[in-house]
């Protein structure tokens, strides 16, 4: 199976990954790309969604809810996000304030909760890893917050980095090591013709896939260690979406070179 997807850039709204491909069963992922002034209009149904402003500013509104100036960074590697959170059956509409581009998840869900703007101040920073592994996350949804299925956050990996290292997994219920939960990966670079290398496998091997990821790339990881590399000379960002029934950031390492993190 490939797991990997890859994005034009287009006009509109563009669904990427679909309810169901890849594996993937809780999970679908697009981007909208408005010009200043346009709108965007949707129902989300049985689903809760969310929004991450990947650059520009807009404003999003529906019933009984109105977010002003939603959104200030450039691009990714300019600042913490705005992000919105919506729940199931919301009918919602984005006008772009300026050139705007949105990453667009959603996943079945029938918790009632309320829209929420998540502005930059709430998004906590954190480093994670060392030495030649070490990267920022952002979280911007995280166990806390009220949603169904949603983790989600962004990584900012250093030039020449991995990340998601050592290799971990989240592929079972058994806690307190490890939750099932599937996830998304969406890649930027600076500069944009940067790449990296992603890599999908299961400990018996029956996934094992390698990937050169590009500038807008998507990649879906129904199970599986998935470590990703960053070529030397360009700053990597990636967009995770995390989706489960039982919601944690908790994961297993790889035995086999867990003992990486543990080194001085």
Not at 55 to 78: A, H, P, T, W
Not at 129 to 155: C, P, V, W, Y
Not at 199 to 220: H, L
Request: glycine share 10%.
């Amino acid at each position: 199976m490939n797991y990997l997807r890859k994005y034009i850039n287009a006009p509109g709204f563009t669904k990427i990954v679909k309810k169901n491909d890849m594996g993937l069963k809780l999970t679908e992922f697009g981007l909208i790309k408005l010009r200043s002034g346009e709108e965007y209009a949707a129902f989300n149904g049985a689903n809760e969604t969310a929004l991450v402003v990947l650059g520009g500013r807009c404003r999003l509104q529906g019933d009984g809810f109105l977010f002003e100036n939603v959104g200030d960074r450039k691009d990714v590697f300019s600042g913490k996000p705005h992000a919105v959170y919506l729940p199931c059956r919301t009918n919602y509409a984005i006008k772009a304030l300026t050139n705007l581009e949105v990453a667009w998840t959603q996943s079945p869900a029938g918790l009632a909760a309320k829209p929420c703007h998540i502005r930059p101040e709430k998004v906590s920073s954190v480093s994670i890893g060392k030495n030649s592994f070490l990267r920022t996350a952002q979280m911007i949804i995280d166990e806390g917050f009220s949603s169904n299925h949603f983790i989600i956050g962004e990584a900012q990996v250093p030039a020449g980095n991995w990340a998601s290292y050592p290799p971990h997994r989240h592929d079972f219920d058994n806690l307190p090591e490890e939750v099932d939960m599937e996830e998304i990966y969406f890649f930027r670079f600076n500069p944009e013709q940067g790449f990296g290398i992603q890599k999908i496998y299961t400990g018996n091997r029956g996934i094992d896939e390698t990937y050169t990821i590009q500038n807008n790339d998507t990649v879906g990881i129904p199970q599986g260690y998935h470590p990703v590399a960053c070529a030397p000379g360009y700053s990597m960002y990636y967009l995770w979406i995390m989706t489960g029934n039982n919601r944690r950031f908790l994961s297993y390492k790889d035995p086999a070179h867990a003992w990486v993190a543990a080194k001085g």
